[in-house]
């Protein structure tokens, strides 16, 4: 038996679901954390989200917990009220160290081993995987660098077009603290990628190479480097960067924002608003959808299930659709489990609704 589960309910015609841009979460991102309005984080709890990663991740792991208020130390953590910012849907797996290409295929076989379970699908690279001699050497032509990112795009494209109805984030990968010149090269070929076509980046890196007050960090080759203070380790030389608890809790902020993003659409608007009480919307048991109109002669052009990317899922139009009297009703049993806009059209009026549908 199938639970749907309603949320974001604003109503508004459009001629667009999205605007043509990317979605980049970096360090502006961070302080609008405090901006996301009380009223929707219950909603964004709903969102089942999967992050693989190793140490690093570990530590923004900690910080979704002390944001959640459930952790005790640091002090800080007390500030947060128990699960205000509920991440029990947030699932950080911890994954190991199998290098560039054993983490890009462990991903792939990850997201369709648990394809069912989660709406929001993102891996992280490491400091090590940055081709720059911690795993495999960093070469001045970047041969390596560009079978590498090549290797990345092509499996991450093809999660994409496999599954439609499921939203994949990019990454950067994270710093050290002396700068690295593949990591940048391979950085900025995700970057300009993601711009160019419209996906979604947490891109870390940024994150960790600018301080507090906006300062960029880069180190004498213009190459980037982490930010210190956010830093764990401090000794001299050193290569790694593990965020501490101010990094760490950086970067989980970011991250609330992110999921906040992905489910906070922007629409243009033109038209008149179907209004609120023309349709019901039920759902039933034996997996089909049923919607109730009045008047009963109201004419549904259209409807539609988009993804949160904006790709059509399911394409109903008037004709296609049983009715009867004042009902039209259609089976969802191949609805896929995932995140969704629902778009229904009556001439030159529109409703949107948002939804989450799983077992």
């Known amino acids: 038996m199938k639970i749907l589960i309603y949320f974001f309910v604003v109503i508004l015609s459009f001629t667009s679901l999205y605007s043509s841009k990317p979605i980049i979460i970096d360090h502006t991102c961070i302080q609008k954390f405090e901006s996301i309005p009380e009223a929707v984080l219950p909603d964004l709890a709903k969102l089942r989200v999967m992050f693989r990663h190793a140490s690093v991740g570990t530590t923004i792991n900690n910080a979704l917990d002390c944001l959640q208020g459930t952790r005790n130390n640091p002090a800080e953590c007390k500030n947060y009220p128990p699960y205000k910012y509920d991440?029990?849907?947030?699932?950080?797996?911890?994954?190991?160290?199998?290098?560039?290409?054993?983490?890009?295929?462990?991903?792939?076989?990850?997201?369709?081993?648990?394809?069912?379970?989660?709406?929001?699908?993102?891996?992280?690279?490491?400091?090590?995987?940055?081709?720059?001699?911690?795993?495999?050497?960093?070469?001045?032509?970047?041969?390596?660098?560009?079978?590498?990112?090549?290797?990345?795009?092509?499996?991450?494209?093809?999660?994409?077009?496999?599954?439609?109805?499921?939203?994949?984030?990019?990454?950067?990968?994270?710093?050290?603290?002396?700068?690295?010149?593949?990591?940048?090269?391979?950085?900025?070929?995700?970057?300009?990628?993601?711009?160019?076509?419209?996906?979604?980046?947490?891109?870390?890196?940024?994150?960790?190479?600018?301080?507090?007050?906006?300062?960029?960090?880069?180190?004498?080759?213009?190459?980037?480097?982490?930010?210190?203070?956010?830093?764990?380790?401090?000794?001299?030389?050193?290569?790694?960067c593990h965020p501490n608890?101010?990094?760490?809790?950086?970067?989980?902020?970011?991250?609330?924002?992110?999921?906040?993003?992905?489910?906070?659409?922007?629409?243009?608007?033109?038209?008149q608003r179907l209004d609120e009480t023309d349709v019901s919307i039920i759902f039933q048991s034996d997996n089909s959808l049923r919607f109730q109109f009045n008047p009963s002669n109201m004419p549904i052009t259209d409807i539609m299930i988009y993804n949160l990317l904006g790709n059509i899922i399911l394409n109903y139009s008037g004709n296609e659709l049983q009715k009867s009297n004042n009902e039209i009703h259609f089976d969802a049993l191949n609805l896929p489990d995932g995140v969704y806009l629902l778009k229904i059209s009556s001439q030159n009026k529109s409703i949107l609704k948002k939804f989450v549908f799983f077992k």
């Not at 494209?157 to 499921?166: A, G, R, S």
């Not at 996906?199 to 960790?208: E, N, V, Y």
């Not at 990094?247 to 033109?270: C, H, P, T």
Request: charged letters at 25%; hydrophobic letters at 35%; proline letters at 3%.
């Open 245 to 271: 608890w101010t990094g760490s809790i950086r970067i989980a902020k970011a991250f609330w924002w992110m999921v906040y993003q992905l489910s906070n659409i922007e629409l243009e608007v033109d038209g």
């Open 87 to 240: 991440r029990r849907n947030f699932q950080c797996q911890a994954r190991g160290n199998s290098g560039w290409y054993g983490k890009v295929d462990d991903f792939v076989t990850e997201v369709q081993n648990q394809l069912n379970d989660f709406d929001i699908f993102s891996f992280k690279y490491c400091y090590l995987d940055g081709l720059d001699g911690l795993q495999e050497p960093c070469d001045k032509d970047f041969k390596s660098v560009q079978k590498a990112w090549n290797y990345l795009r092509d499996k991450m494209e093809f999660l994409e077009k496999k599954y439609p109805n499921k939203i994949f984030v990019w990454w950067s990968i994270p710093l050290t603290q002396v700068g690295q010149l593949c990591t940048d090269t391979l950085n900025n070929m995700i970057r300009n990628y993601v711009k160019q076509n419209n996906k979604i980046l947490f891109d870390i890196a940024d994150m960790q190479c600018y301080d507090e007050n906006g300062n960029y960090q880069v180190n004498s080759n213009g190459w980037e480097i982490a930010y210190k203070p956010f830093c764990g380790e401090q000794q001299p030389g050193a290569q790694a």
